[in-house]
């Protein structure tokens, strides 16, 4: 069976990098920086003009957590619309009730609205922070969801290989898994074979100098000392390194 890779992009570049890389398939956000925010409709556009890559788009309103007011709730809807509408060919999202458990009601309300127009539900990292995983499992499915992504409920995904493999082999007849965190060549072999899935995401991390980043009493930096003056991309090489590692499994 074929193993599929999603590469995380923030950008145009990202995508075309993940692009001219061999992925297939990436998840576009915006502000990758804070986990991820809802994607660029203009950069969606160019991509779906530009290359033959399906694009899940990310739709989250700002950082932090998963649990939504109302008003926030009506534009992820709009937002998820307004994508669906441009060429998105699914959307990553996650719903949350403050007591961690799945908002049922609003995530059947978005994976409607996405196969109405015959794309793919995708629900995100939010339920890595979910009290009970197999419950929480048991209303994806009730909501028609298309695809999971997870960490197996760790900062990385090989931490958590042992929840991915029992979430594999109790619902992955009804629902696909997508194991995401600190996933790379060097790993992803491993936590294919120790988990049965056969979907990785990864961010391919690079990096970029900009020297405008900071000024002796000014600074934008968002990353590390080690990084203070860049950003971070998709680093093609890494994408193309990540399908290599694969190619035979």
Same mark, same amino acid.
């Given at each position: 069976?074929? &193993?599929?890779?999603?590469?995380?992009?923030? #950008? %145009?570049?990202?995508?075309?990098?993940?692009?001219?890389?061999?992925?297939?398939? /990436?998840?576009?956000? $915006?502000?990758? $920086?804070?986990?991820?925010?809802?994607?660029?409709?203009?950069?969606?556009?160019? !991509?779906?003009?530009?290359?033959?890559?399906?694009?899940?788009?990310?739709?989250?309103?700002? +950082?932090?957590?998963?649990?939504?007011?109302?008003?926030? &709730?009506?534009?992820?809807?709009?937002?998820?619309?307004?994508?669906?509408?441009?060429?998105?060919?699914?959307?990553?999202? *996650?719903?949350?009730?403050?007591?961690?458990?799945?908002?049922?009601?609003? &995530?059947? @309300?978005? #994976?409607?609205?996405?196969? $109405?127009? *015959?794309?793919?539900?995708?629900?995100?990292?939010?339920?890595?922070?979910?009290?009970?995983?197999? @419950?929480?499992?048991?209303?994806?499915?009730?909501?028609?969801?298309?695809?999971?992504?997870? #960490? *197996? @409920?760790?900062?990385?995904?090989?931490?958590?290989?042992?929840?991915? +493999? @029992?979430?594999?082999?109790?619902?992955?007849?009804?629902?696909?898994?997508?194991?995401?965190?600190?996933?790379? +060549?060097?790993?992803?072999?491993?936590?294919?074979?120790?988990?049965?899935?056969?979907? /990785?995401?990864?961010?391919?991390?690079?990096?970029?100098?900009?020297?405008? &980043?900071?000024?002796? =009493?000014? #600074? %934008?930096? %968002?990353?590390?000392?080690? =990084?203070?003056?860049? %950003?971070? !991309?998709?680093?093609?090489?890494?994408?193309?390194?990540?399908?290599?590692?694969?190619? *035979? $499994?």
């Amino acid at each position: 069976m074929k &193993t599929t890779v999603e590469i995380c992009t923030g #950008s %145009y570049a990202d995508c075309m990098a993940a692009f001219h890389g061999g992925a297939e398939r /990436v998840e576009l956000n $915006s502000a990758l $920086s804070v986990g991820g925010l809802t994607a660029s409709v203009a950069v969606l556009r160019c !991509v779906k003009k530009e290359t033959t890559l399906k694009v899940i788009c990310m739709v989250r309103p700002r +950082a932090g957590g998963f649990c939504y007011d109302e008003a926030e &709730t009506k534009i992820m809807m709009e937002e998820a619309r307004l994508l669906l509408e441009n060429g998105a060919d699914g959307i990553a999202f *996650g719903f949350l009730h403050a007591d961690g458990t799945v908002h049922r009601e609003r &995530t059947l @309300q978005m #994976s409607e609205l996405i196969h $109405s127009f *015959g794309k793919e539900a995708v629900f995100h990292r939010a339920f890595d922070v979910t009290k009970d995983p197999f @419950q929480a499992m048991e209303v994806l499915l009730s909501c028609k969801i298309d695809r999971l992504l997870t #960490s *197996g @409920q760790r900062a990385k995904a090989m931490q958590g290989a042992e929840l991915i +493999a @029992q979430l594999q082999d109790r619902f992955g007849d009804r629902i696909e898994i997508l194991a995401g965190s600190g996933v790379n +060549a060097q790993n992803a072999g491993e936590l294919l074979a120790r988990t049965g899935i056969r979907q /990785v995401h990864s961010s391919c991390k690079g990096y970029r100098l900009d020297p405008t &980043t900071a000024s002796e =009493h000014v #600074s %934008y930096a %968002y990353l590390d000392d080690a =990084h203070a003056m860049e %950003y971070d !991309v998709v680093e093609e090489t890494l994408v193309r390194a990540l399908i290599d590692a694969l190619s *035979g $499994s």
